[in-house]
């Protein structure tokens, strides 16, 4: 049976509306990054689902959604690359700008001598200890508890900022690796984000109790200094979760919560990742 004129038209119509619906299918989708970011960001992208990305020298993990992400260093200059393969085999490339910050220079007096110019003994503990530490940030497993907005751990002041060079009992340090928030010893540190504690210990020389919760995709969180710690490795921890309670413990002057974020070997600020969930 022959269909009307109008059905025929109808349908010639329908012709550039399915194509156009299969050009913005989501293999075709343009990837997208932001146009520039800060000196210790982390960086959230999207791209096809089921793409290969790369960025300085790694393969960046996908999610089912097409998310990325991957942290910005201190002193990164940029521009920042990333190397994307569609599904489909076409390449793509984007470049992200980098926007410098300036690091002002804190003072910390009255920390204790052998922390500043520790002996030989102590020097090597702390190298043994901190490659613990670092093993455990280099955990890359497929999940996404980083995509959710992030809390604070506590309420208090920021007393110490991420990226600042430290000046310790009159020596230079390195740049600082966190972000310090002072709060009463004993003050509940809940999770900022849900996680898996990756590692856990009451008395490392330098940091004192040491905690670390990773989020998955190669982003962690560490908070030091603890005077408890309420977890253990391999917990699974929900955002909001007690886990620890700020301390003294290790080089520090006061009570305070260091909180540090890493992805991977890539300190980051956490002030940032609070920032980008308001």
């Known amino acids: 049976m022959r269909l009307p004129l109008a059905w025929a038209l ?8 399915l194509a156009q619906q299969t050009a913005t299918s989501p293999a ?4 997208v990054f ?3 970011v800060s000196q210790g960001a982390l960086v959230f992208g999207k791209v096809p689902p089921g793409s290969k990305v790369r960025y300085a020298g790694r393969e960046l993990r996908v999610s089912g959604y097409g998310t990325v992400v991957f942290g910005v260093g201190r002193d990164e200059r940029g521009p920042l690359v990333v190397d994307i393969v569609r599904p489909d085999g076409m390449r793509d490339t984007a470049q992200v700008a980098v926007i410098p910050r300036d690091w002002p220079v804190e003072h910390v007096n009255g920390v204790p001598p052998k922390t500043v110019n520790p002996p030989p003994a102590i020097a090597e503990r702390i190298k043994r200890e901190q490659a613990l530490v670092t093993a455990a940030r280099n955990r890359d497993d497929d999940r996404t508890d980083f995509a959710k907005p992030f809390v604070w751990p506590v309420q208090g002041r920021i007393s110490g900022r991420f990226g600042n060079g430290r000046v310790y009992n009159g020596q230079p340090g ?3 690796s966190g972000m310090d928030i002072a709060a009463a010893t004993g003050t509940p540190v809940k999770a900022p984000a849900a996680g898996v504690v990756t590692f856990a210990a009451p008395d490392l020389y330098l940091t004192g109790g040491t905690l670390l919760l990773d989020h998955g995709f190669g982003v962690s969180s560490n908070f030091l200094h603890l005077s408890r710690i309420d977890v253990k490795v391999g917990d699974r921890v929900e955002q909001g979760q007690v886990i620890a309670a700020v301390g003294a413990t290790g080089r520090a002057t006061g009570p305070h919560l260091h909180w540090g974020m890493s992805w991977l070997d890539v300190r980051i600020d956490p002030l940032l990742v609070l920032e980008r969930g308001k």
């Open 28 to 31: 075709s989708q343009p990837a």
């Open 10 to 17: 109808l349908a010639l119509a329908t012709v550039p509306a």
């Open 34 to 36: 932001p146009a520039s």
């Open 174 to 176: 390195a740049g600082h």
